[in-house]
């Protein structure tokens, strides 16, 4: 087992930094050498050694119709017989935005980019050049590309000034972004009463997944909506993980919300490289070459991208969707925190919609669960929380699992996905996987 991966893994490391070409994909995480991935059809993945697993991964998001949809795949084959690039404009990047701009009402208008990271760096731009304003607000926890300004920690505290995240991030540019707390007004409040004028925007992930999958808390969004449009700033809702995810409009068409400017990525490419951000159309029209603001992409809009994006967003539109997806998701954390349970494991878990994490933390102490979806772990509510998680154990569950061919995201802060693609079945086997795994450490405790 995972031989020729383990080859493939050795020869990588010769050519590419850590053998991969997205840190969260090495399994530093969680142990062992990541998988080489050779094929996936529908709910499954096939490593390079043949073996075949239920995948949680879906990409990090983008496949929620699964691995080569062939409603996706017949589109691909069709425009790539047109060509693969033009550096020009074409029909199908004006559908794509159209699509975007009717399934957000938030946004008037979009720009297409490469990637999730893109459209953020973007974003921040803009709405520091519309506000002339230098700050940025962002939540600890959560993630939004590798730009340099949200590469970002808190500093002493809470809502201060922000510390380079990584090397070559400049300590002057950190400065600029203040880290608050998710869920936690009061902090926001307390950066706002400190720099307020000097804010130009709170970039936010409304459904948090990068820290694991963590909702926002009642009147959390509000809030932040409130304060930000009370002091002239702009909210920022980054969507790339949530957009078309959570509902056919977002996140923000789950909690009722609109945010001034939005970024997207992942599912609109349909599992090629496709960001996007947009929003309100007196910002965007600050956007070169309408505007000053600057941004460009040489294979932004690029053809084959935009359309896996046009034929997974029709598909989506259609009835009952992510009704399916929720009942499947709903299904799958019920028996995952049941068996828990049952074998006496401290879990808890975060879902909304099709995206989910069950976090190994410490009992909660108390009296045992009594709801049907409640574990024995401590709650996780935000990045504080989080950090309380067992990290050996999911590490353990991990390995386990994609030794009996379940491949769920290899860290305990990142979030699992559901496609259309997984079936009952799939579910019911990955229930059955999990409580073999956690009959084995009974037997070994
Ligand atoms: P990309 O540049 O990776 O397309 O998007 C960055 C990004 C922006 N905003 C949010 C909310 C995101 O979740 C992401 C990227 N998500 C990670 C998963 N945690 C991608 C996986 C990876 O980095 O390999």
Redesign the pocket.
Known sequence: MFKKSNQLFERAQQVIPGGV?????AFKAVGGNPVFIASGKESRIYDVDGKEYIDYVCS??PLILGHCHPEVMKALRGVLETGTSYGAPTEREVELAELICEAFPSIEKVRLT???????MAALRLARAFTERPMIVKFEG?????GDSLLVKAGSGVATLGLPDSPGVPADLARLTLTCRFNDLPSVQRAFEQHGERIAAVIV?PV???MGCVPPQPGFLEGLRKITTDAGSLLIF?????GFRLAYGGAQQRYGIKSDLT?L??IIGGGL?V?AFGGRKDIMDRVAPHGPVYQAGTLSGNPLAVTAGITTLKILRQPGIYDTLESRARTLELGMIQIANEANVSVTANRVGSMFTLFFTPRAGGSPPKRPDQGMGMLVTDWQSAKHSQVEKFGSFFREMLQKGVYL?P?QF??GFLSTAHSDADIQETIHVAQQVFAGWGRRN
Request: proline share 5%.
């Open positions: 070409n997205s840190p969260v994909r990090w998001g490469n990637s999730g990271t893109e459209s953020t959560c993630y939004h590309g590798h992930e948090a997944g990068n980054d969507e790339v993980m949530t970024t990525g992942k490289p960001g995201a860290s990142e979030a």
